[in-house]
């Protein structure tokens, strides 16, 4: 009897080591799927660095962009004072050429 007692304590032992192992076996396969789940680190930080490139990329082409609008606005500017100084220069023409006409 004590034989028969002690064998089934040990199945009951061994039937309780089972299910503890199944237990944790499924504790650590929720963790490990929760794990997967969550954007690893690597990938944030690839993340953060394509984002760093693509505003640099972006801060770069703003930059050229606006060298290139101040580069056309002094081209302007500099072909209107041109335009100004041609035509003062051709009312002074004018004015000397009237002046010549006017002593003959």
Same mark, same amino acid.
Request: proline fraction near 2%; avoid cysteine; aromatic fraction near 0%.
């Given at each position: 009897?004590?034989?028969? *007692? ?7 032992? *061994? ?10 076996? @499924? ?9 997967? +789940? ?9 993340? @953060? ?10 801060? *770069?082409?703003? +930059?050229?962009?606006?060298?290139? /609008? ?8 500099? /072909? ?7 035509? *003062?220069?051709?009312?002074?023409? +004018? ?10």
């Amino acid at each position: 009897a004590a034989r028969a *007692k002690a064998a089934e304590e040990e199945i009951a032992r *061994k039937k309780a080591a089972q299910e503890e192992a199944q237990r944790k076996r @499924a504790a650590d396969s929720s963790a490990q799927e929760d794990k997967e +789940a969550q954007p690893k680190p690597a990938d944030d930080e690839e993340a @953060a660095r394509k984002k760093a490139a693509e505003e640099e990329v972006a801060r *770069k082409k703003a +930059a050229e962009e606006e060298v290139a /609008r101040k580069k056309a606005a002094q081209e302007e500017s500099q /072909r209107k004072r041109a335009a100004e100084a041609d035509a *003062k220069e051709d009312e002074e023409k +004018a004015a000397r050429a009237k002046a010549a006409e006017e002593e003959v």
